[in-house]
């Protein structure tokens, strides 16, 4: 009867410490970082960022604890997304801009992260309204063109930048910073349009109107050198001016450009002398 109470108690003494060996060992994986609490107070840090170690050097793996004693605060290593609630933005134009976008940030200080917001969950809701709040102002720098050329690189540089200096505090780093929309509200949008098309309409009118007149000047000019060609023919030859004259006349009459009218003449008549070849 000894014996099995013996028994019993050396089963239950290995399963304690089975349990006790298994509550100490915890896997880390490689997606993932951690943060050893002791009592509360953060004491180390496993698979975090760190420029100096080697590849294949990460960290991950089993990793002990001391139960009861040491609790871990997992961090996911890879980027995360924080979307900006959409916003109306005052560009420079005095245009409404409605604004959605998102940044990406990674924690690289991960007891920095756990002494100041405690998960990534909370540096999430920190940073939205700061991404709100530096994009509004970045933004309200600009014009509604701008953003539609390349110069809306420059501007996500720099809201990249001044976030990223607000997420250090957390022990956060935003890596990058989009726009996934920025356009006009329906009737903004369409006064743009129009305002857009009255430009282009006046554009074109004076492009049309500088090539009437270039058109009138080049015809002028080449109006005044046939006179004068003509001038300088008539003078030479008195007889070829009555024959072009004459010419110029019957085409006038015959060809309807006088108004249509018929013309009933004798074969005698002086008018016709040019044409008889006289």
């Known amino acids: 009867m ?6 019993k108690r050396i089963i239950f003494a290995l399963a304690a410490l089975a349990i006790l060996l298994l ?3 915890v896997m880390i994986s490689e997606s993932e970082q951690a943060v050893v609490l002791r009592f509360g107070e953060p004491v180390k840090k496993i698979n975090s960022f760190a420029p100096d170690k080697d590849f294949g050097d990460t960290g991950a793996g089993l990793v002990l604890r001391i139960p009861f004693a040491d609790r871990l605060v997992r961090i996911d290593k890879r980027l995360l997304t924080v979307d900006m609630v959409p916003q109306q933005v005052l560009s420079t134009d005095q245009l409404r801009l409605n604004v959605d976008a998102y940044a990406r940030f990674r924690i690289i200080d991960p007891v920095k992260m756990v002494r100041t917001a405690g998960t990534p969950e909370r540096v ?4 939205e309204p700061i991404l709100t709040s530096v994009l509004r102002r970045e933004l309200g720098k600009r014009t509604f063109q701008s953003l539609l050329t390349a110069e809306r690189g420059e501007a996500m540089k720099k809201i990249r930048e001044g976030l990223d200096m607000q997420a250090r505090e957390y022990g956060a780093q935003v890596t990058d910073v989009r726009i996934k929309r ?5 009737s903004a949008l369409e006064s743009a349009f129009s305002r857009m098309q009255a430009a282009r309409e006046q554009e074109a009118a004076t492009i049309r109107a500088q090539g009437q007149k270039a058109a009138q000047i080049i015809r002028a000019e080449a109006e005044a050198e046939a006179a004068r060609t003509y001038a300088e023919s ?4 008195p007889g070829f001016y009555n024959f072009y004259r004459a010419m110029q006349s019957y085409d006038y009459a015959f060809s309807g450009e006088g108004g249509g009218t018929t013309i009933l003449l004798s074969p005698d008549n002086a008018y016709l002398k040019q044409f008889k070849g006289q």
Do not use: C, N, T, W
């Open 2 to 7: 000894d014996s099995l109470k013996d028994y």
């Open 23 to 25: 509550s100490s060992v």
């Open 124 to 127: 999430e809701e920190q940073l």
């Open 182 to 186: 920025a356009d006009l509200p329906d």
């Open 234 to 237: 008539f003078g030479q030859d």
